[in-house]
């Protein structure tokens, strides 16, 4: 079974550190090349702080825990979430 669960093992918060960093790293430079104002720095603060309450503020052991965190970003359970792609149900 290949799984990335599986290579990081007890290092995923680390290495989920180091896409956050590089992530919000990248999203600056790109504001800066590209003259951004404020309000785009407001949102690479939030998707920043987003990240950090994904990544340090829960146990990535509790899978139900796990679970529910991620619903707010879309995502479910491997797939984005497209509201208004979705069929209503």
């Known amino acids: 079974m290949k799984s990335l669960a599986l290579l990081f093992g007890d290092d995923t918060k680390k290495w989920l550190t180091?896409?956050?960093?590089?992530?919000?790293g990248g999203l600056t430079l790109t504001g800066i090349a590209a003259?951004?104002?404020?309000?785009?720095?407001?949102g690479v603060a939030g998707v920043a702080y987003h990240?950090?309450?994904?990544?340090c503020d829960h146990s990535m052991t509790n899978f139900p825990?796990?679970?529910?965190?991620?619903?707010?970003?879309?995502?479910?359970?491997?797939?984005?979430g497209i509201p208004f792609l979705e069929p209503s149900l």
């Open 18 to 24: 180091r896409f956050a960093s590089t992530t919000v």
């Open 35 to 42: 003259h951004q104002t404020w309000p785009y720095y407001l």
């Open 51 to 55: 990240f950090y309450w994904q990544v």
């Open 65 to 80: 825990v796990a679970v529910k965190l991620l619903k707010p970003t879309g995502w479910d359970i491997g797939r984005p």
